[in-house]
């Protein structure tokens, strides 16, 4: 698994060991945001037999990866990406190498080492903004607008490529805005609930918009569906809460999770932030028999739980 030590991955990682399975996890612990939080979300895990951690960067990883002589790699779970669409603007040769460039390392990786089944995470933002909502996996995803989406709709592209060359089962996974304990602090829940209780000033971006907010246990599970549903090919399933936001009714629930209200600052919506993401889960519903559970007010809360003892 890569992304082993990041929000999303760190999460699995604690219910694939719980499981039973043996992993090895892949991560380089950039500076994207604190290592410190990333070393904190594996930490407990470092001593287990059934874990393997190898610290590197996806993109510099050997073609062929030599398993120990009792290791049998059935699957590879792949999350590791640079993330966040206004900083792929900023940096987008970075994010084609890792993102790109990475995906097709790992791909390469899953041929020379005949996995069963190559798990793929993607995004909601390959969507872009003129995607009929609610977002079927069907739809054409060829205006991305963001040099991230574009990675990452460039990802599913060489997943199809791979399965259908070399017969690799795959399965693409469009995670839709993910919250919870262990966020990254760049995204919306962890900055909101941080500048609301330090009482520093909030940005509001745009008019509104609405976000299919999806809390990481969900998305966990729906991780855990796609690994026991094996495609005999290639297939995409959405990821998501199906029931989309508004900020204001997102920060709305923040302050009161904290107890504290929020210094609201309007701005532009940036380039690169789409107006809204709204999942069709009917797919992942009927063949992974997977929806989402937890709701809004219940999710904030966890992450609150979090927020307040975290190392970062």
């Known amino acids: 698994m890569t992304g082993c030590a990041g929000f999303i991955g760190s999460n699995l990682l604690d219910r694939l060991l719980a499981d039973g399975y043996r992993v090895i996890g892949v991560d380089d612990f950039n500076d994207y945001y604190s290592p410190i939080q990333k070393r904190s979300n594996i930490a407990r895990h470092l001593n287990d037999n059934n874990f393997t951690l190898i610290k590197s960067d996806i993109s510099r990883l050997p073609r062929r990866y030599a398993p ?31 993102n790109v460039g990475g995906t097709l390392k790992m791909l390469e990786l899953a041929k020379e080492l005949k996995v069963k089944h190559f798990i793929f995470g993607s995004s909601s933002s390959v969507y872009g903004n003129n995607t009929p909502v609610p977002f079927r996996e069907d739809a054409a995803c060829d205006q991305p607008i963001s040099p991230y989406a574009a990675t990452k709709r460039s990802g599913e592209l060489l997943c199809f490529a791979y399965s259908h060359l070399y017969k690799i089962p795959t399965t693409v996974l469009r995670f839709f805005t993910v919250y919870g304990p262990r966020n990254r602090p760049d995204m919306a829940a962890f900055k909101f609930m941080d500048s609301i209780a330090n009482e520093k000033p909030v940005d509001f971006y745009g008019q509104d918009t609405s976000r299919d907010y999806t809390y990481v246990d969900d998305i966990v599970n729906g991780i855990l569906a796609a690994i026991n549903f094996i495609p005999d090919n290639f297939d995409i399933f959405n990821l998501g809460n199906s029931s989309p936001t508004k900020l204001s009714e997102f920060i709305n629930t923040i302050e009161e999770v904290v107890g504290k209200k929020a210094i609201l600052v309007k701005k532009e919506l940036p380039q690169g932030d789409v107006q809204t993401t709204f999942a069709d889960i009917s797919k992942a519903e009927k063949i992974l028999k997977w929806k989402p559970k937890v709701n809004l007010k219940t999710g904030i809360e966890e992450l609150w739980k979090w927020y307040k003892m975290a190392d970062r």
């Not at 009792?70 to 190498?97: C, M, W």
């Open 68 to 98: 120990r002589n009792d290791e049998t790699i059935n699957i590879v779970i792949h999350l590791a990406a640079r993330a966040g669409v206004r900083a792929s603007i900023k940096e987008p040769l970075l994010y084609q190498k890792v």
